[in-house]
T-cell receptor, first 116, second 112 residues
């Protein structure tokens, strides 16, 4: 079974600074997707970024980028120029890339605080 | 393009009652997934449905819980004879095929 581990329950960053959230996963499969979702106080789950395992290039979305290390099974999220609106729970998630096996497996989350 | 819709947003039930949670997927999406989030925890997969079919229910409790996604209308997650441990946020997500899943705002169920 696949597992996703987020070892940082809480992180804090000052506004305009950079922060990196860690995620590791365990799988015996070679084709899969990885995601970062953001959950602000409204509790809405918002997709931040997505990475296909077959792509060597790290995904980037504006201020958000990932460091995907397939051999190490590591998938960290870097937030640059942090803003107050980035304060939220961040969840790392894994999904197998095949037919109907499409469920997401989530980590336990990292609560990010952004300070002035 | 409207996002995933869930209703009600908040639902209060007494122990032993039934809870019905509804999910309307995004337009063009025929795949629906239900997840449960207990307080201070991550989301846990419950069930994956396509129109009129349950594809994967490996995360669904064996008793009291059922889900459907009829040909017409929203997907329904039904919890019979609710207990206090069912209190949680229930999220629905939809996707176009095995593509990215987009989440609804969730239904917060409180069992008194």
């Amino acid at each position: 079974a696949q597992t996703v581990t987020q070892s940082q329950p809480e992180m804090s960053v000052q506004e305009a600074e950079t922060v990196t959230l860690s995620c590791t996963y365990d799988t015996s499969e070679s084709d899969y997707y990885l995601f970062w979702y953001k959950q602000p106080p409204s509790r809405q789950m918002i997709l931040v970024i997505r990475q296909e395992a077959y792509k060597q290039q790290n995904a980037t979305e504006n201020r958000f980028s990932v460091n995907f290390q397939k051999a190490a099974k590591s998938f960290s999220l870097k937030i640059s120029d942090s803003q107050l609106g980035d304060a939220a729970m961040y969840f790392c998630a894994y999904r197998l890339y095949t037919g109907t096996a499409s469920k997401l497996t989530f980590g336990t989350g990292t609560r990010l605080q952004v300070t002035l | 393009n409207a996002g995933v819709m869930q209703n009600p947003r908040h639902l209060v039930r007494r122990r032993g009652q039934e809870a019905r949670l509804r999910c309307s997927p995004m337009k063009g999406h025929s795949h629906v997934y239900w997840y449960r989030q207990l307080p201070e925890e991550g989301l846990k997969f419950m069930v994956y449905l396509q129109k009129e079919n349950i594809i994967d229910e490996s995360g669904m409790p064996k008793e009291r819980f059922s889900a459907e996604f009829p040909k017409e209308g929203p997907s329904i997650l039904r919890i019979q004879q609710v207990v206090r441990g069912d209190s949680a946020a229930y999220f629905c997500a939809s996707s176009r095929s095995t593509d990215t899943q987009y989440f609804g705002p969730g239904t917060r169920l409180t069992v008194l």
